[in-house]
């Protein structure tokens, strides 16, 4: 399995601010994707996240609202930009070591609210 | 139409005995995987099991196991001899163009989750 962790744990947030999320894995992965779970609802693919080169977003996220950057193989932050209280969440980082492996892990979330 | 079906938003067992998680899932590729995850109430999602759409026996894993039914499209989750730390959130998830490890770039869709408690 993958180790994953999540920075922060959670937060609290004012409406209008932004908040980065760092994810960090312990060894080099292939692919890197982020999720989000409102409450009491399943969990969302928001985008997946391109080592060197922009995030592909899945329909209704936009880059603008949620930047992504994954800088290497191990690493990648995510921004919710501009907060609304629907942006309280959890979100999740998400791992494939390789496209040859089918397992699929995740971080333990950030829970974010917004006030 | 929904992808992943969960119908059962709560279930119940009493400690030491078997459930059944009901998960069914709608795909006309011939070439997907399927998950079950567990999210205790702390959030972390935690991988359980994984079913390949070409992969002839019903996984298991440990207390785990999966009831694979590919012509009925369904991929229960079966919990034997439960204890009080299996109460929990249970997702069934589906990646398509997966198979067995294949080259989907991993998009998980998921059903919208059953509540397991175990009682003492």
């Known amino acids: 399995s993958a180790v994953i962790s999540q920075k922060p744990s959670r937060d609290i947030c004012q409406r209008g601010t932004s908040l980065t999320i760092q994810c960090q894995v312990d060894?080099?992965?292939?692919?890197m994707f982020w999720y989000r779970q409102q409450p009491g609802q399943s969990l969302t693919l928001i985008a997946t996240a391109n080592q060197g080169s922009e995030a592909t977003y899945e329909s209704g996220f936009v880059i603008d609202k949620f930047p992504i950057s994954r800088p290497n193989l191990t690493f990648s932050t995510l921004t919710v930009s501009n907060m609304s209280p629907e942006d309280s969440s959890i979100y999740l980082c998400?791992?494939?070591?390789?496209?040859?492996?089918?397992?699929?892990?995740f971080g333990p979330g950030t829970r974010l609210t917004v006030t | 139409a929904q992808k992943i079906t969960q119908t059962q938003p709560g279930m119940f067992v009493q400690e030491k005995e078997a459930v059944t998680l009901d998960c069914t899932y709608d795909t006309s590729d011939p070439s997907y995987g399927l998950f079950w995850y567990k999210q205790p109430s702390s959030g972390e999602m935690i991988f359980l099991i994984y079913?390949?759409?070409?992969?002839?026996q019903n996984a298991t894993e440990g207390r785990y196991s999966l009831n694979f039914q590919k012509a009925r499209k369904s991929a229960n989750l079966v919990i034997s001899a439960s204890q009080l730390g299996d109460s929990a959130m249970y997702f069934c998830a589906m990646r398509e163009g997966a198979g067995a490890g294949g080259t989907s770039y991993g998009k998980l869709t998921f059903g919208q989750g059953t509540i397991l408690t175990v009682h003492p």
């Open positions: 998400s791992v494939r070591r390789a496209e040859s492996s089918y397992e699929q892990y």
């Open positions: 060894s080099q992965v292939t692919m």
């Open positions: 079913q390949g759409s070409y992969d002839q």
